[in-house]
Antibody
């Protein structure tokens, strides 16, 4: 079964750090580009960050650039999000999501597999 | 950044109704457009990708159309399990952006 399982969420104070993990199983993790997407309480979805399969450009939302770092360990089938200088507005459920396959060489960048999410609360 | 405007923000419908949700992108994006369903407390689920391609395992009552700037999700005959929030998303350029969501409620 294709599966993504996030972990590492919790309650932290403003300015503190947290590292989220996403464990992948049931597919060849190293062959897929990955993302983090978050959802603040009662709000919509916000894309956070993208990482390619190996080398290549990493992208971030403006709201987290310079504070968050996405990384992956293909040997461990794992995706990570290092979150520093956390703010109250970073409070959200964080999902990892797989980017789906390209078709006939065209990549439509859709997120076809999602984890259940891990909750991050930033509060004093 | 490409903005995505989704409407309506909510709707009430009955089982069996035909439901249409629309999204508009702030610039032309070809067919780099996707639709997701999210039930309360659950992760989003991909319904439609590339504007009109049905994701494997998704019932055929769901369909997507559009290209350029205007896109539509249609549920041909609403079923009890379809009551949820639906999000559209442009995947043409980062930052990938989502619509504000449409909550489909029981009339």
């Amino acid at each position: 079964e294709v599966q993504l399982v996030e972990s590492g969420g919790g309650l932290v104070q403003p300015g503190e750090s947290l590292r989220l993990s996403c464990a992948a199983s049931g597919f060849t993790f190293s062959s897929y580009e990955m993302n983090w997407v978050r959802q603040a309480p009662g709000k919509g979805l916000e894309w956070v960050s993208y990482i390619p399969t190996g080398g290549g450009s990493i992208y971030y939302a403006d709201s987290v650039r310079g504070r968050f770092t996405i990384s992956r360990d293909n040997a461990r089938n794992s995706l990570y999000l290092q979150m520093n200088s956390l703010r109250a507005e970073d409070t959200a459920v964080y999902y990892c999501a797989r980017l789906g396959d390209c078709t006939d060489g065209v990549c439509h960048n859709y997120m076809d597999v999602w984890g259940k999410g891990t909750t991050v609360t930033v509060s004093s | 950044d490409i903005q995505v405007t989704q409407s309506p923000s909510s709707l009430s419908a009955s089982v069996g109704d035909r439901v249409t949700i629309t999204c508009r992108a702030s610039q032309t994006i070809s067919n780099y457009f996707n639709w997701y369903q999210q039930k309360s407390g659950k992760a989003p689920k991909l319904l439609i990708y590339a504007a009109s391609s049905l994701q494997s395992g998704v019932p055929s009552r769901f369909s997507g159309s559009g290209s350029g700037t205007d896109f539509t999700l249609t549920i041909s005959s609403l079923q009890p399990e379809d009551f949820a929030t639906y999000y559209c998303q442009q995947s043409y350029g980062t930052p990938w952006t989502f619509g504000q969501g449409t909550k489909v409620e029981i009339k």
